[in-house]
Nanobody
C-alpha cells in the first residue's frame, strides 16, 4: 500500500504557472506508475497525465498537452506536475494516483491509490 499527499495548489492568474507535488510513503514508490487527474465542480474526474516507473515515459491528456509536464524523483518518493500557461478552465481539484499496472492507462479505475487532492484556481 502507498499513501499519497499532494501539495502546491493555490490561486494563480491566467497565463501563470504552478508546480504540484505528490509525496508518497509506504511501499516502494518506484514500483508504481503515477498519474495525475483533476475534477472540476459538477464534472467527472479527468485524466491529466501519467509517468512510468523510471520516469522515461510520460502521457498527457489532450487538454493539457504542451502546457503541463510530469516528472518524478524516485529518490525523494515524489512526483511533480508542472503547469504552465494556465487557463481558467484548468480550475479543479488535482489528484495524484498510483498504479501497479503497465502501459498507457488513463482510467480512474486503473489506479488503486489516491491522494486527498489539492485545489488549483485560475482567475481570468
Amino acid at each position: 500500500q502507498v499513501h499519497l499527499i499532494e501539495s502546491g495548489g493555490g490561486l494563480v492568474q491566467s497565463g501563470g504557472s504552478l508546480r504540484l507535488s505528490c509525496a508518497a510513503s509506504g511501499r516502494t514508490f518506484s514500483s508504481y506508475a503515477m498519474g495525475w487527474f483533476r475534477q472540476a465542480p459538477g464534472k467527472e474526474r479527468e485524466f491529466v497525465g501519467r509517468i512510468n516507473r523510471s520516469g522515461e515515459r510520460t502521457y498527457y491528456g489532450n487538454s493539457v498537452k504542451g502546457r503541463f509536464t510530469i516528472s518524478r524523483d524516485n529518490a525523494k518518493n515524489t512526483v511533480y506536475l508542472q503547469m504552465n500557461s494556465l487557463k481558467p478552465e484548468d480550475t479543479a481539484v488535482y489528484y495524484c494516483a498510483a498504479d501497479l499496472g503497465y502501459g498507457l492507462r488513463d482510467a480512474v479505475r486503473d489506479y488503486a491509490y489516491w491522494g486527498q487532492g489539492t485545489q488549483v484556481t485560475v482567475s481570468s
